[in-house]
Each structure stands twice: as structure tokens, then as C-alpha cells.
């Protein structure tokens, strides 16, 4: 599975978007990106996940470049119960268990 | 909406017990996994297990773990013998793994806070 690189962690004000980068820019065309979270010591939170289009849920929107070499999490308004560590997580679809590889993610604070 | 659930949510023992962690998985998922998180240390995969067999493991789950799923409810992780290095957050999760496209996120559960004394 491709490496991700994220920054160690961001602040973002109460109501604003968050926007969360990850690099992956060995990333193969066989790969997904997906997003996790984890709030203090909770299990880890499915976001989305995506191929090369956008995404969007009712949790975030997932943006994700053209060469597929970096992508965005973006929490459109986020509030304090969005402060957690956000994983990006590269994995290969359609073979194996995909158990998941955690990185350190990115520690977002969200701002009152 | 259907979550995974793990009891106990705290568990004590003594070096050298056995434990036994219980997960209740998403009913109709397919796939279930093994996590464990030591403080202030990263999320790490142990096992996998899919139509009752152990489908992939870590080199951290080595002969003192077992999984298995007694009935069609419950996934168990056994550790026979534990070591103070056991202490650690134990999270259960699973995955459908059917559907049109197939699903393959992962839904955790809570975590069993074990400590090893």
C-alpha cells in the first residue's frame, strides 16, 4: 500500500472548514484513499473514502487531485465534537483481508 | 443504526492470566478484525478472520492470541498468557464486504481498555 503524509496537526475555528491534506503520491491506480478518525481514546470512526472522484457524505467531502497524488478532507463546518486525529489511509481493492495500516494522522482542534 | 459493541470495556488482570475480550460485530458483516492501540502509540492491525479462519495476522499476534467466533454473534480474542505489554486499547471492527460496489470500510467498536498488572 501506497505511504501517506500528513501534517502532524491544524487548528481550525468553531463553524469554519476544516481542510484536512494528505500526500500519496506513490499512490496506484488500483488504490483507494479513505479517511478515519479517532476522538480521544474512542475506536476509530469511518469518514469516506474515494477512487479519483469527489466524494461527499453527510459526515465530509473528499476531494482528490487529478493525478491522484494528494486529496483533501474537508469538514464543511466543523465543531468542537469534530476535535480528534484524522487518519488518511491508502489501500488496495480486491485482493486480501484490507486490514488497515494507521499512520499518526493529524491531530485537528477545533477552535471555540 | 447497527454498531459493533466489545464488553468489558475495562479489563484487569494479573500478569501471566488469561483473557478473553468479547466483540459483538455488525450482523451481517462478513469480515472482522483485531486492533489493539497501546497509550500514546499508533493503532495496530493484529488479525483478520473471514468464514471462520484467520484470514491474515501480525507478527505481534503470535502464539498467545486466538480468535474465534463460538456462535453467530460473538468474536473473541483470547490471550493466554499476558505480559505487562499487553496494556493496551482493544478495538474490534468489521466489514460487509458484499454489496454492488463492494463495502470495504470498517466499523470499530468502542475498545476494551486492558490492563496488565
Known amino acids: 500500500d501506497a505511504k501517506t503524509t500528513q501534517p502532524p496537526s491544524m487548528d481550525c475555528a468553531e463553524g469554519r472548514a476544516a481542510n484536512l491534506p494528505c500526500n500519496h503520491s506513490?499512490?496506484?491506480?488500483?488504490?483507494?484513499v479513505y479517511w478515519y478518525r479517532q476522538i480521544h481514546s474512542q475506536g476509530p470512526q469511518y469518514i469516506i473514502h474515494g477512487l479519483k472522484n469527489n466524494e461527499t457524505n453527510e459526515m465530509a467531502s473528499l476531494i482528490i487531485t487529478e493525478d491522484r497524488k494528494s486529496s483533501t478532507l474537508i469538514l464543511p463546518h466543523a465543531t468542537l465534537r469534530d476535535t480528534a486525529v484524522y487518519y488518511c489511509?491508502?489501500?488496495?481493492?480486491?485482493?486480501?483481508?484490507?486490514?488497515?495500516?494507521f499512520g499518526k494522522g493529524t491531530k485537528l482542534s477545533v477552535i471555540p | 443504526e447497527p454498531e459493533v459493541t466489545q464488553t468489558p470495556s475495562h479489563q484487569v488482570t494479573q500478569m501471566g492470566q488469561e483473557v478473553i475480550l468479547r466483540c459483538v460485530p455488525i450482523?451481517?458483516?462478513?469480515?472482522f478484525y483485531w486492533y489493539r492501540q497501546i497509550l500514546g502509540q499508533k493503532v495496530e492491525f493484529l488479525v483478520s478472520f473471514y468464514n471462520n479462519e484467520i484470514s491474515e495476522k501480525s507478527e505481534i499476534f503470535d502464539d498467545q492470541f486466538s480468535v474465534e467466533r463460538p456462535d453467530g454473534s460473538n468474536f473473541t480474542l483470547k490471550i493466554r498468557s499476558t505480559k505487562l505489554e499487553d496494556s493496551a486499547m482493544y478495538f474490534c471492527?468489521?466489514?460487509?464486504?458484499?454489496?454492488?460496489?463492494?463495502?470495504?470500510?470498517?466499523?470499530f467498536g468502542p475498545g476494551t481498555r486492558l490492563t496488565v498488572t
Open positions: 506513490t499512490i496506484s491506480g488500483n488504490e483507494y
Open positions: 450482523s451481517n458483516h462478513l469480515y
Open positions: 471492527a468489521s466489514r460487509a464486504g458484499t454489496g454492488i460496489p463492494v463495502a470495504y470500510e470498517q466499523y
Open positions: 489511509i491508502v489501500r488496495v481493492s480486491g485482493a486480501g483481508s484490507y486490514q488497515l495500516t
